[in-house]
């Protein structure tokens, strides 16, 4: 199954970017408001025309919106879990890694 939760959240991420807001993407792809919000919280499934013009508009490739999409993929949330760090403070990834630590333990992996 296709997540488009994550990928609207990587279009999401991608605008604000560019930084644009919703009411200049719409303009530039040419879809409406309510739409493009609907995409961004994973409640509509735009397909590969549309992402590729979104991805177009704000400026970054088409395969950086599709990789590891797939749930169950070995490297699913990897990426995601990069991004989260990369926008954390130091405080907050030490505590990120420790609560990881924990849920590592407590599952009996470590």
Not at 33 to 42: A, C, Q
């Amino acid at each position: 199954m296709i997540d488009y939760g994550l990928i609207g959240k990587r279009i999401q991420r991608a605008r604000a970017a560019a930084g644009l807001t919703q009411e200049a993407l719409v303009e530039r792809v040419q879809i409406s408001t309510n739409y493009l919000s609907k995409v961004e919280n994973g409640r509509e499934k735009p397909n590969l025309e549309m992402l590729a013009r979104i991805s177009s508009a704000v400026g970054i490739p088409l395969t950086s919106l599709l990789a590891d999409v797939v749930e169950g993929a070995d490297s699913y949330l990897q990426g995601e879990m990069a991004a989260l760090l990369k926008s954390c403070s130091a405080e907050q990834a030490k505590l990120i890694y420790e609560i990881a630590q924990c849920i590592v333990k407590t599952n009996g992996r470590a």
